[in-house]
């Protein structure tokens, strides 16, 4: 491994500018979201309605956009701040929740692809299989495939949607369709607690609204959420006690073991 | 008692067989009770929308209909849902938050219990007694009220509806009419956390969505998190480090103290 | 200090009366708010639709309106909630959340403050000065401001609006235009955690809801919210861990350590 981003130094540059980061998302995960993003030391808005939610994409660093709980009017203020973002130069991170399981999902997900510019894609593999069009599947919102063997596909639909793609799971993918980047941190404990994808794509997120390059901002955030999970899964006794210790461990990069950080990149 | 479930082995089952329960539920717990359907092995989809919630009702075990943050557009929703789950035989585990606070929640209660075909109905004594037309008291989402001396009352109710009756609360009372049963596990932390009963009915459900009969899924669901209960409040220092232990206790029901269990049955 | 209300005393009232607070609130935080309403010994619900958040009120012992994530049917909904409170004597406890950062939410922030009986507004400093029309600041819905030499506008807004004005931060300044009291307790985790400010303003509403004049109340909740958050900070390992520590600290205000309360008041 070589010319890698230095992780620790672009968590510090997150606490240091402290960005906003604009949330559209999803009922189940807000809360769980926004801690996150106050763990990584970003600042998060969630402000769901079109009244307001382009003015908000205003003040942020970057803006999630989350299908977990959709319904047409969230999808209108999707697009008007999504739209908005584009206008502003603001990078757009997109977590296709549940594409796949309902036709008004993947519709809704297909719509945004085509009508936003979205910066970097966040989702399982089912998810971003099903939205990149590849026979993939997906039950409920959780995904029954994993990237092994799609790499190839997934480089080619970076390069047509320009778009960073990060498919995670036990082993977490990225490409920008030149590079990719796999990382196989993390800990199976994540696959038991709601809304770890969901983190996943704000930790991202943070680290775009920090400044941070489209394919090293999902690096180090993967990277960063990854290690901090595989931590916390290790001192926890179990789904409950992990989430509080994940949330420290989120808190604090410094402390974390990055020699264990399990990466292969290319080129 | 004889002729008992083997709790822990239905328990098993559930993380075996792993199926999807679909909430159309309220803000205030979607969280929680997403984690509790992980903890229990089985996994968590929350789609409320109209647009998509009888769809994802096809790749669910059960439904899970809950009132606590209900308006009309919901309404619809499960009503849809609900339909959709007759029709296909799956579940329908219904939570009646707050019935006899106002009359929206009231007239909503009877208008699911008409219109659908409910197979479970957990409550506290207040709202299911409200439900039942019973004098009943409910103030806000609290019960006054405990289901001692109305269980010819709640056997009739069942009877009469079809349902599987629940009335939790310092003692759980279940009926399907003819067999009824009685848990005194549980502690009394639980009524100082919020959404213990709403994550009591997602219990029942995990249990049903296994394909495990309506009267052993209620009472093998309850039972566990009832026992849960008592092992995390005995251990937490507080309602607050109650909630990740308690969580903790349902993912790990093997060392559960089965012995404990306080349960009177008949016939 | 003389004159002091006996907070530990104030804090078993609530217990004792176990008054029922109704929140018309936002998605991020109704779990957290509700659980320190338990944890405090009061009974949260949430009724959000319009077609029975007024009836609720009839319930409850104080009604706090929350504009995290608002939407036109919410504003409708807490207008109509607040103009029945007024009628029934019931006070409201207002929460700005991010008015400033929107014209949308500054002008629904206006609107509340013309059009219903607000007994407390609890706010960060940018959101209080920009709702009483100073020249504030608000970076989404983080303060970029402090109380510190404002005490007089504040007073004036009191005085004006006929409410008790409690600004938190680093320090909380509490003032119904006559009296004020300045109360430096807490810990900086509290920043890093999300509804910490919406969690004040609910624990505000459980004082004020068990009888208390508001003055008092507002003194009593934002002393032992901030003595809590500084017990659960100091033995926190981050901001995962402290949420469960401060709300069992909460729970248990007999044993806080109340000797540390730094507190000036005046007169």
């Keep these: 491994m ?19 980061v604009h949330h559209i998302t ?19 808005v969630m402000a769901p309605c079109i009244l307001e939610s382009p003015e908000m994409v205003a003040h942020a660093g970057a803006l999630v956009l989350n299908i977990g709980t959709l319904n047409p009017d969230l999808v209108k203020s999707m697009k008007a701040a999504g739209t908005e973002a584009a206008r502003l130069g603001i990078p757009v991170i997109f977590d296709p929740v549940g594409v796949g399981a309902t036709n008004f999902r993947t519709r809704v997900g297909l719509e945004i692809m085509r ?28 995904s029954l495939d994993s990237s092994a063997g799609r790499e190839s596909f997934l480089q080619e639909y970076a390069r047509k949607t320009g778009a960073v793609i990060a498919v995670t799971g036990v082993e977490d993918f990225i490409t920008d369709g030149a590079r990719w980047a ?23 997120a943070c680290f775009s609204a920090a400044g941070i390059p489209a394919f090293d901002a999902t690096l180090a955030g993967l990277v960063l959420y990854a290690l901090a999970g595989e931590v916390a899964g290790e001192r926890a006794s179990g789904p409950g006690s992990f989430v509080p210790l994940f949330i420290d461990a989120l808190a604090d990069p410094d402390s974390l073991p990055w020699e264990k950080v399990l990466l292969e990149t290319c080129p």
Tied chains: 1, 2, 3.
């Design 26 to 44: 999803n009922d189940v995960v807000n809360n769980l979201t926004a801690n996150i993003t106050l763990a990584l030391g970003a600042s998060p």
């Design 182 to 204: 796999r990382c196989s941190n993390g800990h199976p404990i994540m696959g038991r607690v709601t809304g770890t994808g969901c983190g996943a794509t704000t930790a991202v």
């Design 115 to 142: 009508e936003l510019k979205i910066t970097v894609i966040r989702g399982n593999a089912g998810e971003v299989l099903g939205l990149a069009g590849a026979q993939g599947a997906v039950r409920g919102v959780d």
């Design 2 to 20: 070589k010319n890698l981003p230095d992780f620790a130094g672009l968590a510090g540059l997150v606490r240091e500018r402290r960005p906003l």
